[in-house]
């Protein structure tokens, strides 16, 4: 079976006329890892045995006819959300060993209807970063060039997927990094809107922020994923209640007349004339179906990147205060309380890691609240307010997913600053608290995924998988060598 | 140098939830340990915090009790600093927007009424954990009270002695309980205090550095801390020394304060909105709801005794005074509704016995059924109203019903009416003077024939029942 | 940023450097504090009641207490003693 070609439709099929039981399409997956994982360096746990015993329960649903759409169907978990009696790790040695107890909401629902675990996937440590490369235990690569990075933070799920070793996974977006490694691996990727879908047992890092979603083959794929996966959640008090809807009900709905936004600051100098000519094209096709493209601004795209990291450092220096080594985790030594956490949190954290926490306190600390936090919050006030003003004129808005293709592993991850500003397409869009989805749109000169962004009204999923799915119809995907 | 204390108090008060604040672990005094846990309260990765709505009530009401504004917009934030009692590293409380700001509370001290003001009142989670010192290297921690439901009441520096500390302390105590939202059980830690206190020459402008004494959990703590820290800032003072700022834990065996010597007094908390709770907009309908379903505060309860039901001012302040001591006399009135002989009983005799520690009333063998059993028994004059005492010892002694007291002791009043019209007649006719006294209007000699009567009676006929027969016999 | 700064920030974070470490991390917050300096320049006042995010007092979670986490279940990542965390003295 070529497995590069599945969709999660084309395995229900398989899967319902019994052309393939759930263990033998749980083994493919698992046979493609032996060979490629190590390559790739995807994964974190594979978890086999926890697999075969999901097939066998999916089997069941199956064989009585009862199959819900993600029945036996395998999938990569993103190794910061808690899968109970299964490590989860954050990719970090702080929690190497920290087996949850408990399993997140997503993995409730998912186990409800039965799906399979093939294991979790890595990321950059507790989600902060941009190429999987501060990953404690496996260090992601691309799979369309294994010299480049992979993208971040959930890097891992995305090379999974574009290396064909899941159909689909679980990813967290917190400032791209559902978009990003979507779009450096050629893969679909969506952050739903914030408040879609529970938080509960996704290791936080900005909670204002944060939010779980899929990383498939196409928007189709995604929004099964999603419908799945959403709704309101009495353990988490930010997720929204809103009414039970397919998020894939206005696919194959003509899209003429759409009005499509193109924010001039998105296409400015800071993103690679690669990356604008194959989203501008991209645009240019939209058009060819009906579309209308809008000019317009989003002026305070330029505090974005500033605004974005202030406030999330701010929220991760306080939600990893509570990794000190007692109740879980790696503990330290030392003769006093003070002495020892301190051991635990400097052994257990990277660099990266430490450097936000200590943004994040700076940023919160006395003398330094007001100029910083605070106007970090007025400025996420005013980029609401730039959004909406755009779309009072538009439908959807249409950006790069990232300023440019994946680069080399080395490249620029020693970087801070440069990382830190290599998410400018994407922070606005967390900031909002709104859905958006990546789509493979083009390939560079050597042959490297490049992804586009559309963006789109709070709890407007629907519209977006429409208008992406739209154009994934029509074009030319190329997949992973791998 | 006439050196003059300022004080200002912050009172915990836990509330009387079913849940914790931020989960749904029960909320309940006691349990083994990290029994009363859950993955939220116990700082577990990916968990979540949910506002308890019980919570938001129980100080709403609290608010109201105490005249302060209830705030239509109101949000948690999370105050971080590092200590073994707090598993998330911060805890969750308000800082710029208190569902509660303003008030005042009256109290009164050595006869004198003084309005004490209120700067605000905020929920938060207690942070509290019950370390069981194991060997000495480490501390057992237990999270079962974490998570508590805590409203923080900050008041303005207007007390100046440990006297108005103490009343405003068993003031508050004493209507948070009434209001149904903590139940002041100071050994368990249901309330606690800290207090801040500066001395400065008197009518002087400028304060004094303060202090702060933190965690006090009795009235009897409080005064000596508050004592102590007057005495030992007067003495730094006018030996011209400095006092330092600084948090003080105070001894309760040495009544001495010390120095909290630790870096966890720079604290910079860093509070910043909590991202996880959202913000709460308040109707003016839910509030007046809210407002409404108060219980009765104890100034109502004493109207209703002193309008209702003719007790004295003075009888219904003793039985309002303490609300265990008014439920009890509310209960008894529900089954015999007789108020003012149940609340003198109360007063006179069952205070005693509390006073004397020969009770207590959250361990009594009896009901307050079995006791106005007990006053009704009294009142339709089956038993001696003397007899009472009597009968009342053996109820605290062995939780026996009145009634089976009254058999068991031989006491009830044996209604011998012709016993009764013989010692009438005799005591007539062995006092003919004050006979004839009575009938020529000189009504008071009644109470001196009642007497003799009863001498001899002792106890077979109810007082009623001699009164009436005498009185008609003296008519003629 | 200084040296002094870099100390009262891993004091915060409870983190310990190298002083090597130190240094250059010292480096790397310079330049990011440049780079978070922009929104110094944006002439706008927060607004917390215009966030749009509260909720009514009906939508928050009634009082129901629900059964809690054996104990076991929750320690079960670290070495409890007497089903409690062990925690090192507080100070020598």
């Known amino acids: 079976m070529d497995l590069k070609k599945q969709t999660l439709g084309s395995l229900r099929e398989m899967l319902d006329t019994k052309q393939i039981s759930a263990a033998e399409l749980c083994k493919e997956y698992f046979d493609r890892i032996k060979t490629t994982d190590s390559q790739v360096l995807g994964y974190i746990t594979v978890t086999e045995e926890e697999a075969m015993k999901n097939a066998a329960k999916a089997q069941e649903a199956i064989d009585k006819g009862e199959a819900k759409a993600l029945t036996g169907i395998p999938l990569a978990i993103k190794d910061n959300i808690c899968t109970d009696g299964i490590r989860t790790t954050c990719a970090s040695n702080m929690l190497g060993n920290f087996i949850p107890p408990y399993d997140a909401c997503v993995i409730e629902k998912l186990k409800a209807d039965d799906y399979v675990l093939l294991g979790k996937a890595s990321m950059d440590e507790f989600a902060m970063g941009g190429s999987t490369q501060t990953s404690a235990f496996a260090k992601t690569k691309n799979p369309f060039d294994l010299s480049r990075v992979p993208g971040g933070s959930s890097g891992g799920s995305a090379a999974v997927v574009s290396a064909a070793m899941a159909p689909a996974a679980l990813g967290s977006d917190t400032g791209g990094s559902i978009r990003q490694p979507s779009s450096f691996c050629g893969v679909t990727g969506l952050k739903p809107t914030y408040g879609r879908v529970s938080r509960y047992g996704l290791v936080a890092f900005a909670s204002s922020l944060d939010q779980i979603g899929p990383i498939a083959n196409s928007a189709v794929d995604c929004g099964i994923i999603l419908n799945t996966i959403c709704g309101k959640d009495s353990r988490d008090a930010t997720s929204a209640n809103k009414p039970a809807e397919d998020f894939n009900a206005k696919v194959g709905k003509d899209i003429k007349g759409m009005k499509i936004a193109l924010p001039k600051e998105f296409f400015a100098e800071s993103t690679d004339d690669e990356v604008k000519t194959a989203v501008l094209a991209a645009a240019k096709k939209y058009e060819e179906m009906g579309a209308v493209l809008v000019d317009c601004s989003m002026k305070s795209l330029k505090y974005a990147v500033a605004a974005y990291y202030l406030v999330a450092s701010a929220e991760a220096a306080s939600n990893l205060s509570r990794f000190d080594g007692i109740k879980y985790g790696l503990r330290g030594e030392g003769r006093t309380f003070d002495e020892m956490i301190r051991d635990s949190r400097s052994r257990g954290f990277g660099d990266e890691v430490k450097r936000r926490i200590l943004l994040g306190n700076y940023a919160l600390s006395s003398g330094y609240y007001d100029a910083y936090y605070l106007k970090a919050l007025a400025l996420k006030q005013q980029i609401i307010k730039e959004y909406n003003e755009i779309f009072e004129n538009a439908d959807i808005i249409l950006t790069p997913t990232a300023p440019t293709v994946a680069y080399k592993i080395g490249e620029q991850e020693t970087d801070p600053v440069k990382m830190y500003l290599a998410d400018i397409c994407t922070v606005t869009v967390n900031i909002a608290s709104l859905p958006a989805i990546s789509v493979p749109c083009g390939y560079n000169a050597d042959g490297m995924p490049i992804g586009m962004s559309l963006v789109g009204r709070k709890w407007d999923e629907a519209t977006l998988i429409q208008t992406a799915d739209a154009f994934e119809k029509s074009f030319d995907r190329r997949y992973s060598e791998v | ?476 | 940023m200084d040296i002094k700064t870099i100390d009262h920030l891993c004091d915060l974070s409870k983190l310990n450097y190298t002083d090597e470490g130190k240094e250059k991390v010292m480096g790397e917050m310079s330049a990011i504090i440049e780079l978070m300096d922009t929104v110094k320049e944006f002439d706008v006042v927060y607004d917390d009641t215009k966030d749009n995010n509260s909720i009514s007092y009906d939508e928050v979670r009634k009082d129901d207490a629900k059964p809690s986490f054996p104990a076991e279940k929750l320690l079960s990542n670290t070495q409890p003693s007497d089903n409690c965390y062990v925690v090192p003295k507080m100070v020598d």
């Open chain 2, 1 to 476: 140098m006439k050196l003059y204390p300022t004080i200002g108090l912050e009172i915990h008060a836990e509330l009387l939830t079913n849940s914790k604040v931020f989960c749904t672990c029960s909320a309940e005094f006691g349990g083994e340990p990290n029994s009363r846990c859950c993955p939220v309260c116990s700082g577990l990765p990916g968990t979540l915090p949910v506002l308890n709505a019980k919570a938001v009530e129980y100080i709403i009401k609290a608010g109201y009790i105490m005249n302060c504004e209830i705030s239509r917009f109101t949000k948690w934030d999370r105050k971080n600093y590092f200590y073994p009692d707090l598993p998330k590293a911060y805890q969750i409380s308000q800082m710029p927007r208190p569902v509660c700001l303003g008030g005042h509370v009256d109290v009164t001290v050595d006869g004198e009424q003084k309005t004490m003001r209120i700067n605000r009142i905020h929920l938060e989670e207690d942070a509290r954990k019950l370390v069981h010192d194991d060997i000495e290297r480490v501390s057992l921690a237990d999270y079962n009270r974490c998570g508590i439901p805590l409203i923080e009441i900050v008041t303005e520096p207007d007390f100046h002695s440990a006297a108005e500390v103490v009343a405003f302390f068993e003031k508050i105590r004493m209507m948070l309980q009434y209001a149904g939202v903590c139940d002041g059980k100071l050994e368990q830690g249901s309330m606690r205090c800290d207090v801040n206190i500066s001395l400065a020459e008197k009518g002087s402008d400028k304060l004094g550095t303060r202090t702060e004494v933190k965690n006090l959990n009795s009235t009897k703590a409080i005064q000596r801390a508050i004592e102590y820290e007057i005495y030992r800032q007067t003495e730094l003072i006018e030996n011209g020394e400095r006092v330092v700022q600084e948090t003080l834990h105070f001894n309760d065996a040495t009544g001495e304060t010390s120095s909290l010597r630790s870096k966890e007094d720079a604290h910079d908390y860093r509070y910043f909105p909590d991202p996880d709770i959202p913000p709460i907009i308040f109707t003016e309908e839910e509030l007046a709801a809210i407002k409404a379903d108060i219980p009765e505060m104890p100034e109502q309860r004493v109207a209703r005794y002193t309008g209702e039901y003719g007790i004295s001012a003075a009888d219904a302040k003793v039985l309002t005074d303490s609300k265990s001591i008014s439920d009890f006399f509310e209960e008894a009135i529900k089954v015999y509704d007789n108020p003012k002989p149940i609340a003198t009983f109360i007063v006179v005799e069952l205070m005693r016995r509390i006073n004397l520690g020969e009770l207590d009333l959250d361990d009594m063998k009896f009901t307050a059924e079995d006791f106005a059993k007990l006053i009704e028994l009294g009142e339709s004059g089956k038993i001696s109203k003397d007899n009472r005492k009597i009968i009342l010892r053996e109820m605290i002694e062995s939780g026996k019903k009145p009634a089976d007291i009254a058999e068991e002791q031989q006491l009830w009043i044996k209604e011998d009416n012709e016993l009764l019209e013989k010692t009438i007649n005799d005591i007539m006719a062995a006092n003919p003077k004050a006979v004839e006294q009575y009938r020529s209007g000189e009504t008071k000699v009644f109470g001196f024939l009642m007497g003799q009567c009863n001498k001899i009676l002792r106890g077979a006929a109810s007082p009623a029942s001699v009164k009436a027969m005498l009185e008609e016999k003296l008519k003629g």
